[in-house]
């Protein structure tokens, strides 16, 4: 463990930086603060070189190639697949590997929602939720002629109502969908206790993983969900890549949503019979080059360690979350106000200055930050907001990026105080 | 720090704090909402035409950032007198001659609501 930790095993983040080569472009001129890693996290060095390597010696279509090339290149795919799968701390035999987790998302909806949600139906979702994990929910509940629910939010800090769940409960939803992690808020869901209560009325528990498994330990069958999507860049795997965790019982009913090759056992000219198991959804030519990539990232984030990097993060949450009303004294700060319970983010807004605005004088200084609506809309319109400025951090952020940080926020403070 | 002074001089911060043209008309002959999907700012823009298609009179409301807000601020300002066709005829330069800096790549859809959404209000006005 020792490349990348302290002697105290305390993630040292001047070791981890050396293992990302964007850390030393200057982009703008500027030494790069990048503090946007909830949107697309950066890739190591080690990512990279597998592909490389992947595609340099084992490169071939899986599952097809009758030579040796092709065997290794099936095998290099379905060794990612099992790499993942014990990230996860699930069967390989559950776990679909997809080009996104909004690919995932919209399997869940599309394939379980359309052959489970009728007329009359009700599918429960929070009012907080990622458009990944809304709009396909509301799409099936259209086609069905079904009703959503909302788990409410407060309407100045945005945190998701847990207590508001039973009642909603008590009108028997089918599936109760949900972000493990919020994007926008950084509020870790009490899952186990939610999947408990939902699971006691027969409904389902469908959790979007996005912002959680890069961030923290995440062991699968511990949180009692029955779906778990999550995304391959955001862990430091390539743009393509994600993938979808079924439980298996749920899985072996769930009907294809794309056909086409790979995903097949006989195909006739007027019908087809599809592959058993993860396979039949997985139709086409598999992103094998994105599933060794994630595979790689798997391996990255296990050598730090996952609860060092929690602990590490928690720490720059902690400043951020301290030292902002100082830098911003009107801030108003999304979520809960301590960095236990969170993940990987802190969202906040000002009357003095714009999101936009704050990240455009950020950038001066080299500081990546995000400013807009994260793909939550609905959250911000509940809030009275229509944008909010989200900094997020990683394994490789480290002091310097938030004394930079706040630097800006100070220059920022100064230009609209004038 | 002067590039960043120049976006943010004191003529912008001033449209900004306190913009001209800002609040509802009593009786607009058309009103649009425009909204920046990318970013959530949202402008509704009123006009008030007269027969041969003129601007006689012109409000902005809404919320984004400096850059938006200050740019429809700017832009109402000189809306009044100018013809529906002078005015769809416009495009970036004359909103960056505005501003009187030019704005990045990422927030030029920022300074842009404003005459966008003009345009789409001409446009329905025009079809109506």
């Known amino acids: 463990m020792s490349a990348w930790h302290r002697a105290d095993g305390s993630l040292d983040p001047r070791k981890v930086r050396a293992a990302y080569p964007i850390l030393a472009t200057r982009p703008g001129g500027n030494p790069l603060h990048y503090l946007d890693s909830a949107a697309t996290a950066q890739r190591p060095k080690q990512v990279v070189d597998a592909v490389s390597n992947f595609l340099f010696t084992a490169n071939a279509n899986p599952h097809r190639g009758a030579y040796a090339l ?12 099992a790499r993942v799968a014990r990230f996860l701390n699930v069967p390989a035999t559950e776990l679909i590997m997809l080009g996104s987790a909004t690919e995932a998302l919209n ?3 599309r394939s379980w929602g359309r052959a489970n949600i009728h007329r009359g139906d009700l599918i429960v979702v929070t009012e907080a939720e990622h458009h990944a994990n ?3 929910w509301q799409q099936v509940a259209r086609e069905a002629d079904a009703d959503i629910e909302f788990i409410p939010v407060d309407d100045r800090t945005g945190e998701i109502l847990w207590d508001r769940l039973d009642s909603l409960l008590k009108l028997r939803p089918k599936v109760v969908a949900l972000a493990h992690v919020s994007n926008v808020l950084g509020s870790i869901a009490p899952l186990a206790e939610i999947a408990s209560h939902v699971h006691a009325v027969g409904a389902l528990l469908s959790v979007d993983g996005c912002q959680a498994v890069s961030n923290m330990p995440v062991s699968i069958p511990e949180l009692g969900a029955d779906f ?3 995304s391959a860049h955001k862990m430091g795997g390539l743009f393509s890549g994600g993938g979808l965790w079924a439980r298996a019982d749920l899985l072996a009913e769930m009907a294809p949503i794309e056909t086409g090759g790979d995903m097949i056992r006989e195909v006739r000219l007027r019908d087809a019979t599809f592959a058993e198991g ?7 030519t598999p992103d094998a080059s994105g599933t060794v990539a994630l595979a790689a990232a798997c391996d990255f984030l296990d050598e730090l360690g996952r609860a060092a990097i929690h602990e590490h993060e928690t720490r720059l949450l902690a400043r951020v979350l301290r030292e902002l009303p100082d830098a911003l004294p009107d801030v108003r700060i999304l979520g809960t106000p301590h960095a236990e319970g969170r993940a990987g983010l802190v969202s906040f807004s000002s009357d003095l200055v714009h999101a936009h605005d704050l990240a455009t004088i950020l950038d001066r200084r080299g500081v990546a930050i995000r400013a807009g609506h994260h793909c939550a809309m609905p959250l911000h319109e509940q809030l009275e907001l229509s944008a909010t400025a989200r900094v997020s951090v990683a394994p490789y952020t480290d002091d310097d990026d938030l004394d930079a940080l706040f630097e800006g926020l100070r220059d920022a403070r100064a230009i609209f105080s004038r | 720090m002067g590039g960043m002074d120049d976006l943010y001089r004191e003529q912008i911060l001033e449209h900004h704090r306190t913009p001209h043209n800002h609040g509802v008309l009593a009786e607009p002959s058309v009103s649009l909402d425009g909204r920046n999907p990318s970013c959530g700012d949202v402008i509704t823009m009123q006009l008030v035409l007269d027969a041969a298609g003129t601007i006689t009179d012109v409000a902005f409301s809404g919320r984004g950032c400096a850059i938006s807000q200050a740019s429809a ?3 109402t300002d000189e809306l009044r007198g100018k013809s529906a066709d002078e005015i769809l005829a416009l495009g970036t330069p004359y909103v960056m001659e505005l501003l009187g800096v030019e704005v990045g790549p990422s927030r030029v859809h920022c300074a842009l609501l404003g005459l966008e959404t003009t345009q789409k209000a001409i446009e329905r006005w025009r079809s109506r």
Not at chain 1, 70 to 81: F, S, V
Not at chain 1, 278 to 284: H, K, L, P, S, V
């Open chain 2, 73 to 75: 601020s700017l832009l």
């Open chain 1, 70 to 81: 092709g065997t290794a290149a099936t095998d290099a795919y379905e060794g990612a697949r």
């Open chain 1, 278 to 284: 993860t396979q039949r959804f997985e139709a086409g």
């Open chain 1, 228 to 230: 778990y999507a999550f």
């Open chain 1, 107 to 109: 399997l869940v909806a």
């Open chain 1, 134 to 136: 809304l709009i396909p």
